[in-house]
């Protein structure tokens, strides 16, 4: 009964593919690293965009879509941007395909080579730089508070599922300011909205941090991040916001007469998520049995699944049922109905787990003699029976209280799994034998932090915003025991 | 004061370009065939794609995503397919970029090429199809209802900001069905939801038909289609609906186990709509001081503009306009308060006028005096004085009475310009003089089809689905004097 599913503990990989694909999520296509959104997963999606966007919009920003297409010259006008993305790129060249003259199919016809090849974006920021020059003249045409949701391409080698494709789905802001204190704020003030999002909505608990030098976006002065943990004990980032001084600004030349009547670059910002997201819910709440999807975001909150033994007994429950459902709905749930009868309720109880439905309700000839419905958690695996007056308000409560464990959850395994490390030894032994985070000294060059990823596969994922328990001030590097100003968080990561 | 806009008897493509920059909706790009849809271009668009998600939901569809990608070969796969796409694509080569060895900036990597090109989709038939192959194996996996919202790429030579660009962006409907007739069902209900939203929401009356099998989608066994007029008597098609029978089914070898437990190629459909239609609203309803957007669809509905003469009066009547903006915030309506104060009243009404927001509100002394609002249609210019009791009930009204004028106005324009010809030379003059539709005969051979639009410019629009007044059964060919089974509607076209 139901589908196979590798236990995390025998192929922690291999459940999470399972998990995915199994559970409808998304599917392998037949273009190397490119995956399918399958509809399941793209009404998760649409629900993270749908709460995302309200947020940018209360921020004051407005979406708007450039090209898929940047000109090569482009890339290489930002020194460090060019750096950071130019290995890994799709490329067109051709703007043709003409008959095979050697027999079937197609192939590029050699006279439609474009004059300058054309990169898919990997980021927008060149673009969007080029345009934005000549929207701006004064200080009146700023702020620009611009947000994009689009589709970006990075060629990576190894890909997996919603965590590292070729092709992904995110959003990227972009905006302009008048100084650096303004787009500092705006840099900030996005990582706040990443962090309540992952905190309030995926029930994700994540550490707010700065990226060190080698870690931080190609292009950006300051990279801020969150970082959150998977059940593996590996560290995901889940969303950056980049302050980007004066860079592309200057790279684009794009001035504007100040309220001094000056000319002077204009400062900028960046910060994006994308659907890796998904697979930060899927990693972070997730099961043996399946996902657990936090109310909040689940594209069915509640499933009703009748069950009865005979046409008699099916006619009056499915009456009551449809009631029900018909409250649920009028209390703005997302509740389902499943009354397909060529399957056993265990089997689509089975289902509903493997698919992370926050809520089962199941109703039966017993409760409906009793008047009542039987509910049963997803996160806890908690079964009640709930007085059927007034269901809807219980039902929300309930949703509440699942979004609210599952978060506390989330975060009591995250708080154990920070962990200072006083030596090497430390250090190395935490991360093969408990994982998650090591709280170390570290003395601020990229050399020793290129050392230690040599060393430990361990990177910095962020200098934390605030200090962490165990933060003991100036300290000494845990590999070169020279002077370290803090502690820093280290972790494998995806 | 204001933007020079060239007039529509000027120039109308000029008129039509800067109607679309000027008013913010779009802007060139670096890119050459790329636009820049900007913010205020990519609201209107949000409330389409809204408009017609909650409709396609609303008919049992869901989303999912597909890749951007489709390997070369699978274009070949299907004959029409290729013979209609390959010949207009984005080809991606190489993976990677490297620094010029020659100097600054990078060069395609040689040593990085593909062993087998990508098309950028032109649109996702092939790709989803052989997806599809893998979800299909009894007819319990049907009927697939899936939509996809996308950015495609069509290498235009020609192009034109939102009617023809060589990226856009669109939905594009892919159904399997386990028969024939349910294929076209779902084909024609897509074309009812089509005419509803281009009728109902963009006050765009429109004609469905079928497409002559020279004008028919590449793959399709049928193309239905919704054509509108503009104002410069060209069509425009509106959106497109495609019963493909089991073309691609049987191309991409997607076989089921129907209830007779024989294998079957599935039946499909695909159907589409583009931000096209951004082209097709500023076209038809435009005038030459901007924009007119039918309040459906409008990112602003009403715009409050506060009348002052010195900051006593300012005051006063700031704090009356606040309250207002609230009561019609209240009820729904989309609605702006500009109490900028850097420029004047006029400009400002210029601007919205440029805008196309349907409803100006100004606020001034006497106003205020007489509890009382001054209100402006932007359809008719008409003068309106509302009572300040209940203004948002009035607003609203207001508001549903535009759209429903725009929707009589453009239906009226269309209806006088479709006109019967009876011989070659009335044919050729009808377009000339008039433009719109001709409704004449047609021998019904593609050699017909051809040499006409050689002669005239003029296409088949489609062969309408309900005979037009005109309709005479069966005559002779306009052009070869033929015998023709019925009038078709022929146009000058975008």
């Not at 004064?138 to 494709?165: C, G, H, K």
């Not at 008047?371 to 709930?386: F, G, N, P």
């Amino acid at each position: 009964m139901g589908k196979e599913i590798t236990s995390r503990l025998q192929d922690y990989a291999q459940w999470y593919n399972d998990l995915v694909i199994k559970s409808g999520l998304a599917d392998y296509s037949a273009v190397r690293g490119c995956m399918v959104i399958k509809p399941y997963g793209y009404a998760l999606w649409e629900n993270m965009q749908a709460t995302l966007d309200k947020m940018f919009k209360d921020t004051g920003h407005q979406n708007a879509y450039f090209p898929l297409f940047i000109p090569k010259s482009f890339l290489s006008r930002e020194a460090a941007h060019v750096e950071g993305f130019a290995k890994e790129c799709a490329v067109v060249t051709h703007y043709r395909l003409k008959s095979d003259p050697a027999g079937g199919g197609v192939i590029v016809d050699p006279e439609a080579a474009l004059e300058e090849e054309l990169i898919v974006r990997p980021t927008s920021e060149t673009i969007i730089w080029n345009t934005y020059k000549n929207w701006i003249q004064s200080y009146r045409d700023l702020p620009i508070l611009i947000n994009q949701w689009a589709n970006v391409v990075r060629w990576e080698m190894r890909t997996r599922l919603f965590l590292r494709t070729a092709e992904f789905l995110w959003q990227e802001g972009h905006t302009a300011h008048a100084t650096a204190e303004e787009a500092m704020e705006e840099a900030r003030r996005m990582l706040e909205v990443y962090t309540h999002f992952a905190e309030s909505y995926m029930a994700l608990p994540v550490i707010q941090g700065i990226k060190s030098p080698a870690e931080r976006f190609a292009g950006a002065v300051e990279t801020f991040c969150i970082e959150a943990l998977m059940q593996d004990g590996k560290a995901l980032q889940a969303g950056t916001s980049h302050f980007l001084g004066q860079n592309f600004a200057k790279a684009f030349d794009v001035q504007f007469l100040n309220k001094n009547n000056e000319q002077e670059y204009v400062w900028a910002t960046s910060w994006g998520v994308s659907t890796r997201l998904i697979g930060a819910l899927v990693m972070a709440h997730g099961d043996d049995d399946g996902l657990k999807l936090p109310p909040r975001l689940a594209p069915i909150q509640v499933v009703l699944i009748p069950v009865y033994k005979n046409d008699e007994q099916r006619a009056a429950i499915d009456a009551r049922a449809r009631e029900i459902l018909q409250s649920l709905k009028q209390a703005g749930i997302r509740a389902q109905y499943d009354d397909a009868d060529h399957v056993r309720p265990g089997w689509k109880y089975a289902e509903y787990e493997l698919k992370g439905v926050p809520l089962r309700l199941s109703l039966g000839e017993r409760e409906l003699q009793q008047h009542q419905i039987e509910a049963v958690r997803r996160d806890t695996r908690e079964k009640l029976s709930l007085p059927l007056d007034h269901v809807a308000e219980k039902v929300l409560r309930l949703l509440d209280d699942i979004q609210q464990q599952m978060f506390e959850q989330a975060k009591a395994y995250r708080d154990q799994h920070i962990t200072p490390a006083n030596s090497w030894e430390e250090f190395i032994h935490i991360l093969d034998e408990q994982g998650g985070f090591v709280y170390a000294h570290w003395d601020g060059t990229e050399e020793t932090e290129i050392r230690i990823k040599e060393l430990s596969k361990a990177t910095i994922r962020c200098i934390p915003l605030s200090p962490w328990p165990g933060d003991d001030g100036p300290g000494k590097c845990v590999l070169t025991g020279q002077p370290s100003a803090r502690r820093v968080l280290f972790a494998r990561a995806y």
